[in-house]
């Protein structure tokens, strides 16, 4: 069944420096790798997501970037704000591909 | 926009009481969740539904029990709280079962047991 590891479990960066969190699977099959952002007190949230047919995908401030080859998938944000504090998780489908498999989080400390 | 609902934000129960924790869901999503969040963790998977009387175990379903009796409502039963069950509760609603649609959480539910 799939696997997904997470790194780090800690991120802590400067004010408007970049942060990249990094996170891999083991099913070659999973097609479909979203990230959710966890606001401290708040419910998770989709922030951006990328199937399996594209290497890269942008919104705004937040990339995701997928290697296949290699089975890893990174969130990347740049220009880092306050509000980017939160914890972010990654998943990956199951083989059913019914079910999501989540990476352990990462919390993201913007330092002013 | 999606609302998912956990009527109890925070809970303080006494061992071997029997708990619930309620979920409704305003957008006729077939699919629902309940999981699990603890530090380091992650998210685990304690039950879904695809439907309406239907229930799947997840990673984690020891000690707990579920009832989807209606479409919008999802409910976990602990049917006698232990301590290690203190954690935060989060529910969730997806319509469809595939798992490249977008999950919607609730706000959850903390959960201690004394």
């Known amino acids: 069944g799939e696997n997904v590891e997470q790194h780090p479990s800690t991120l802590s960066v400067q004010e408007g420096d970049s942060a990249v969190i990094k996170c891999t699977y083991s099913?070659?099959?999973?097609?479909?790798f979203p990230w959710y952002k966890q606001e401290l007190g708040k419910r998770p949230q989709l922030i951006i997501d990328?199937?399996?047919n594209v290497g890269e995908k942008k919104d705004q401030r937040i990339a995701v970037t997928l290697n296949k080859t290699a089975k890893h998938f990174s969130l990347h944000i740049t220009e880092t704000q306050p509000e980017d504090s939160a914890v972010y998780f990654c998943?990956?489908?199951?083989?059913?591909?019914?079910?999501?498999?989540w990476g352990a989080g990462t919390k993201l400390i913007i330092k002013p | 926009d999606v609302k998912v609902t956990q009527s109890s934000r925070y809970l303080v129960k006494r061992t071997g009481e029997k708990v619930f924790l309620e979920c409704v869901q305003d957008?006729?999503?077939?699919?629902m969740f309940w999981y699990r969040q603890d530090p380091g963790l992650g998210l685990r998977l304690i039950y879904f539904?695809?439907?309406?009387?239907?229930?799947e175990k997840g990673d984690i379903p020891e000690g707990y029990s579920v009832s989807r009796e209606k479409k919008e409502r999802f409910s976990l039963i602990l049917e006698s709280a232990s301590t290690n069950q203190t954690s935060m509760y989060l529910c969730?609603?997806?319509?469809?079962?595939?798992?490249?649609?977008?999950?919607?959480f609730g706000e959850g539910s903390w959960l201690t047991v004394v």
């Open positions: 969730a609603s997806r319509t469809g079962a595939n798992s490249g649609n977008t999950i919607y």
């Open positions: 957008m006729d999503h077939e699919n």
């Open positions: 539904s695809y439907d309406v009387k239907m229930k």
């Open positions: 099913d070659s099959a999973s097609n479909y």
């Open positions: 990328i199937r399996s």
């Open positions: 998943a990956a489908p199951t083989d059913s591909n019914y079910q999501l498999i």
